[in-house]
């Protein structure tokens, strides 16, 4: 497949369009963003285990049965994808109470919740992706009631599938993050799955292995996301980029 011109850059992600116009390209890029942006740098070879990592979960939730726009890998660092016109809500499940929850409502980061949360949050940049429910949404035509109930039922079929896969590897998925889109009139999982939109925390030293070391600048941000890929594919990542 070819790549053409690029759709659209992200803070991690450029989009390109392909020579099939069923399918975008996706190139994932060592930058980091913190903070709607506010604080940057790079962690070396996040594109590379990004798309890896992402590959790795898109595949088993194929496998599952959870539609998403996952369709190859290109090389190291990029994928090519269904075209999917995103709706712009994040939609975030959590386990453990951590991040901008504990913040908000006062449960100290680590609680374990009573049963999982589902969240919407309205994708504006300028607005700073604020807390939304589903009248917000409807009000600003950003779903329909339909859709806003599929990505709560697939946003919790999704954590399902993760809690235990992830458990079998000694990882606490904390909480994560998913945005869905259109292809061809089908609903389904776009974007990524990586230490970028979730919080992995080791099951038994509760180490965190996640973007959250980066943003408490914590320190050893690339070795953590390493671990991730270690842990999911049993094998130590080699960069061949370098
Ligand atoms: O910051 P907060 O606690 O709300 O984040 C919840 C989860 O959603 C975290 O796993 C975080 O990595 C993810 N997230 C994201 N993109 C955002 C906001 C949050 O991937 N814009």
């Not at 990004?50 to 939730?61: A, E, G, M, R, V």
């Amino acid at each position: 497949m070819q790549r053409l011109e690029m759709l659209y850059e992200g803070k991690a992600k450029r989009v390109y369009k392909t020579d099939h116009p069923e399918c975008f390209w996706v190139e994932f890029k060592d930058d980091a963003t913190a903070f709607n942006g506010a604080k940057k740098g790079t962690i070396d070879n996040k594109g590379v285990l990004n798309t890896q990592i992402s590959t790795y979960f898109f595949k088993l939730l194929s496998e599952k049965g959870v539609p998403n726009h996952f369709v190859s890998l290109e090389g190291d660092r990029d994928m090519i994808v269904k075209a999917l016109k995103i709706l712009m809500v994040e939609v975030v499940v959590r386990n453990i109470s951590a991040g901008s929850l504990s913040k908000r409502i006062g449960l100290s980061e680590g609680t374990p919740l009573d049963f999982p949360i589902v969240e919407f949050y309205y994708k504006n940049d300028s607005l700073n992706d604020p807390l939304i429910n589903d009248d917000h949404a409807r009000v600003l035509k950003l779903a329909t009631p339909e859709q806003l109930q599929l990505m709560r039922q697939t946003g919790l079929q999704v954590n399902k599938i993760l809690l235990e896969h992830l458990s079998d590897k000694d990882i606490h998925l904390v909480d994560f993050k998913l945005e869905f889109g259109i292809h061809n009139g089908r609903f389904m999982l776009g974007d990524e799955i990586t230490p970028d939109t979730c919080r992995f925390w080791d099951k038994h030293t509760g180490e965190k292995l996640d973007k959250d070391r980066f943003r408490r600048d914590m320190g050893n941000v690339e070795e953590a996301y390493r671990e991730i890929y270690r842990r999911l594919t049993g094998t130590v990542f080699h960069s061949d980029e370098s």
